[in-house]
């Protein structure tokens, strides 16, 4: 079925429905297999040759899985998905597809704590140097682009911060340089706050276990694949040329548009193994079909939350993308739906010894590091993601000591607020 003009809400629920119609159940069904039955030999070495599609092992594919991708893949009109393990994974997966010893990407300043970690740490063991941009306007990209770079890579709204840069800008350097641009999409819910591929994205990833599961019950990751980047353009030898591990077959003329996400299949998961079990795609599935009708919900007690904290005298400053005295809040409003966030950031007063007494007061909201979770999660960056980091990384990453990220959840948001209070005040606020 064409899913392209139904609506998202639609989306959410029907695609991949009918990904395996044998037996003509409503819900799709889970296959706990690790391996499938071949019909021949020849067509076992069709399979693994690439030349026939089917499935051949549950770390390269599985149908349960591959339903769920093909709901993704409808969620952002991309021509494929690729479901892995977690959002680190999906990262991971999707920059060496590109880049190897010697490249080099360009990324935001505004990362998530385990992306930098990845980026400034183990790709460098790699030999991938990552270029960090050293402010938020698309000429610090453009700066920092040569003729290693592989890839340029932004957050649509930084973690925790709430950055929201400006994603078309940055798509059009990266155009320029006829660089893909990878955008973590995460804070955009699946493609329904915001949707990169609408702004130059040629590659998404998403971390599922935030609020494509919504529940906080699994991990995972998604690529997907914009499937408009054109791969014959001379800089990507490892898509358009001889693959070594398939016999010389060149994935750009055998996959056409979507070769990359192949790749990260057929390269990325076969390699490193990092595939989701059939069953957390299964509640990925789940979870999708009530996606939008969270986020709303999400974004409206978010806006309650903020306005809350922002008349309160226990507060320093809140940030939330949805004030107009926000720096990003034209931006918000010209890439996120509602121009808006289920997430603000709030500084108490005080200092870092009764913000961590504030959140071992709260009784409703959960002391995690969790965003898009059915439950309000409060997040204290200084002493849990940003840990690892050096002072004047945490600074510039803009973590401060009495920093917390709130990411609100499905409750009452009355009874949210009422928590809040009773916490301010044991924590002596
Ligand atoms: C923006 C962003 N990207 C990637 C990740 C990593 O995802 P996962 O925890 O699923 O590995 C996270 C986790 O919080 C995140 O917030």
Redesign the pocket.
């Known amino acids: 079925m064409d899913y392209s003009k139904l609506g998202f809400q639609t989306r959410q629920i029907h695609a991949g429905l009918d990904h395996t119609p044998a037996t003509g159940a409503r819900g799709v069904a889970i296959y706990p297999t690790a391996a499938y039955r071949f019909k021949s030999c020849e067509y076992a070495a069709n399979l693994f040759n690439l030349t026939e599609p089917g499935n051949i092992y549950t770390r390269l594919q599985n149908p349960t899985s591959s339903a769920y991708e093909e709901r993704i893949a409808a969620l952002y009109g991309g021509v494929g998905a690729l479901a892995v393990a ?4 999906a ?1 991971l997966i999707a920059v060496t597809a590109l880049a190897a010893e010697g490249d080099n990407i360009v990324a935001s300043p505004y990362l ?1 704590g ?2 930098y970690n990845q980026f400034r740490h183990s790709l460098r063991r790699l030999g991938i140097e990552v270029r960090i941009a050293a402010g938020e306007a698309p000429e610090e990209f453009d700066k920092l682009v040569d003729g290693r770079t592989k890839a340029i890579f932004l ?1 649509s709204m930084g ?1 925790p911060t709430c950055a929201v840069l400006d994603i078309e800008g940055i798509g059009n350097v990266a155009k320029k340089h006829q660089v893909p641009f990878i955008v ?1 999409n ?2 955009g819910a699946g493609g329904y706050l915001c949707n990169p591929f609408e702004w130059g994205a040629n590659i998404v990833v998403d ?4 609020w494509i599961n919504g529940h906080g019950t699994a ?3 998604i690529i997907v694949d914009g499937g408009n980047f054109d791969w014959g353009c001379g800089r990507f030898p490892n898509v358009d040329g001889p693959s070594d591990g398939y016999h010389g077959l060149n994935l750009w003329e055998t996959f056409g548009p979507a070769a990359f996400i192949a790749k990260c299949r057929v390269d990325g998961l076969r390699d490193f193994g990092c595939c989701p079990s059939p069953f957390d795609s299964y509640l990925m599935m789940l979870g999708l079909e009530t996606l939008s009708l969270r986020v709303r919900h999400e974004v409206e007690s978010t806006r309650r939350l903020a306005e809350f904290l922002r008349s309160s005298q226990k507060v320093k400053r809140v940030s939330w993308v949805g004030f107009d005295d926000s720096p990003y809040f034209g931006n918000a409003r010209k890439y996120f739906r509602f121009g808006s966030s289920a997430v603000l950031t709030a500084e108490l007063q005080g200092d870092v010894e009764t913000t961590a007494r504030f959140v071992e007061a709260l009784q409703l909201a959960a002391h995690m ?1 969790m ?1 898009g979770d059915s439950i309000t999660v409060v997040t204290h960056p200084a002493s849990t993601t940003h840990k690892q980091l050096s002072e004047a990384d945490m600074e510039a990453a803009g973590v401060t000591p009495t920093l917390l990220r709130i990411s609100l959840g499905l409750e009452d948001v009355e009874d949210i607020i009422a928590d809040f209070e009773q916490a301010f005040a044991a924590a002596g606020l």
């Open positions: 977690s959002g680190m994974s990262i998530y385990g992306t957050e973690n973590d995460t804070f971390s599922a276990t935030k991990m995972g990751g590091t965003i």
